[in-house]
């Protein structure tokens, strides 16, 4: 007994967690198995069940971070004043709305846009929330194991998640993956609500996250590097389908890629806590682009398999250090500025990526030009 009081966790891991941290890590494990049981498939559905053209379904995207941009800093205000849990919490049941709205699309494709106000709104609740309680409760010392903990989480979701969400959507129809994606999603609320949040209100305005544009003008530019995330969560996982055939196929293979990433997120914690983050950001960046290049040779399950791992590590070797640093620049300010400076500046990316790959695909018809485009975001990374 005396052996197991003693025992500590491996090092990678972080340790002493903070309550508030321990109840985001329980709430995104199940919101992430939730969302990985069916974001793998959205793209798909749109793609393959509303018959959306490429081109359209960026477009679609290009409306979520539209709005999005506009929105974020009404999130940010609503976190300040109310609480950082409270705002997570709210977004919950736009997210569910959101699904209902794609499944009410069915035989109505174009109804779909109507869907994406509702998206952005869910986003601009959940991720000022999110992240200033990763800024505000994270420990200095240990912030990179912490955010790689919840980014190993999210990958174990993406384990399970596709695999289930695949033989869902097989053998029952997408109507039943979005049904349990739901059921699962609202569960999540459950840790964030087990005890009161101790919280302090403060005055936000926009004008503060104005002065870190001016502050950070290269931090705006590497932002917009998440223009490259776009592309590898809509672009992807309809190209991973059309080799793949179908969507039990194409669950497997995502979740056999996530599991290798899995690992790597644990020690690529570690090592951002250890060394200099910013070279990590750099190396990652750049072979990040260098394997969206790669994905031109991507004709059967086995390549685009070992595509997809390489492409999970390589991005995690830059956006846990990424992240890491966003966080400590976050917790020497006021939380919520820098969170709407961070989602706004990567929402503008994420726009320019969806118009300029739309107006790309409807030209060429090709993967590889998106590849491309992606790859030049992500050398963007870069610059923060």
């Known amino acids: 007994m005396s052996n197991l009081l003693n025992f500590h966790l491996p090092h990678y891991f972080s340790k002493d967690v903070r309550k508030e941290m321990g109840e985001l890590y329980a709430s995104s494990a199940i919101s992430n198995f939730a969302l990985a049981v069916i974001t793998l498939f959205e793209p798909i559905f749109l793609y393959s069940v509303l018959h959306l053209k490429i081109p359209v379904i960026l477009l679609f995207m290009a409306l979520v971070y539209f709005v999005y941009i506009f929105l974020i800093p009404l999130g940010g205000k609503f976190a300040s004043v109310y609480g950082y849990r409270h705002s997570i919490v709210l977004s919950v049941p736009f997210q569910i709305f959101y699904w209902l709205a794609l499944l009410a699309s069915v035989g109505h494709p174009m109804a779909v846009f109507l869907a994406a106000p509702v998206l952005a709104v869910q986003k601009s609740f959940y991720w000022p929330g999110f992240h200033s309680v990763m800024a505000y409760y994270g420990q200095t010392e240990q912030v990179g194991r912490e955010f790689g903990m919840v980014y190993a989480i999210e990958n174990i979701s993406q384990i399970g998640g596709p695999v289930l969400g695949g033989i869902l959507a097989q053998y029952f129809g997408m109507p039943a993956a979005f049904l349990v994606a739901a059921l699962i999603y609202c569960a999540s609320i459950v840790p964030l609500l087990l005890a009161a949040e101790i919280f302090t209100p403060r005055a936000y305005s926009f004008k503060q996250t104005w002065e870190l544009y001016k502050t950070f003008p290269k931090k705006f530019v590497g932002y917009l590097g998440f223009g490259d995330e776009l592309l590898v969560l809509t672009v992807w996982p309809i190209f991973i389908y059309i080799i793949a055939t179908d969507y039990k196929d194409t669950g497997l293979l995502t979740a056999g890629a996530a599991l290798i990433a899995t690992i790597a997120a644990l020690f690529l914690g570690e090592i951002t806590d250890s060394y200099t983050k910013r070279i990590l950001v750099k190396i990652g960046a750049f072979f990040g682009s260098i394997i969206w290049v790669g ?70 018809g090709s993967f590889m030009v998106l590849f491309i485009v992606a790859g030049a975001y992500s050398l963007l990374y870069m610059y923060i």
């Open 295 to 364: 994905r031109y040779f991507c004709t059967n399950f086995v390549t685009t398999f070992t595509a997809d791992t390489l492409s999970r590590t390589s991005r995690e070797t830059m956006f846990i250090p990424l992240s890491t640093l966003t966080y400590l620049r976050a917790e020497a300010t006021h939380v919520v500025p820098y969170a709407v400076f961070f989602e706004q500046s990567l929402a503008i990316g994420k726009l320019s990526a969806c118009l300029l790959g739309a107006l790309l695909f409807s030209l060429t």
